[in-house]
């Protein structure tokens, strides 16, 4: 492949699209709400989290979120139900169950082949 010089041409700027994100939600005051597609959910996550900006978000369509700018993140009253309805984790060296196989004795048939003795 053989490439061509060429002079003269000009850099292009820049393009941030992310910026567009994050003056929206550095423009709304709390109680403030937008509606995004599900699909660009994860990037206003992206966004508000990298700025410090809490936000709540609800379904409100099959393909559509609205999301709040909140003073802080206040979980829901199921998920806070939820988490104290959970189990205690337990470690695995006390969930450890120690078994032993004993093995038969000799001419007894195997207990893993019955069809086949020691």
């Known amino acids: 492949m053989q490439y061509k010089i060429e002079k003269g041409i000009p850099i292009p ?6 910026e567009g994100l994050t003056a929206l939600l550095r423009s709304m ?3 403030d709400s937008f509606v995004c597609t599900r699909k660009d959910l994860r990037n ?3 966004a508000s989290k990298r700025i410090g900006i ?3 978000t609800r379904r409100i ?3 559509k979120q609205r999301i ?3 003073k802080e993140f206040v979980k829901s009253e199921r998920a806070v139900g939820e988490v104290e309805k959970r189990k205690p984790r337990v470690r695995r060296e006390e969930a450890a169950v120690t078994t032993t196989v004993s093995k038969p ?3 007894a048939p195997s207990p ?3 069809d086949m003795g020691d």
């Open 13 to 18: 700027e820049i393009s941030r699209e992310r």
């Open 29 to 31: 005051e709390i109680g």
């Open 44 to 46: 206003v996550y992206a």
């Open 54 to 56: 809490p936000i709540v």
């Open 61 to 63: 369509s099959d393909d």
């Open 68 to 70: 709040w700018r909140v």
């Open 105 to 107: 004795p000799p001419g």
């Open 112 to 114: 893993f082949r019955p």
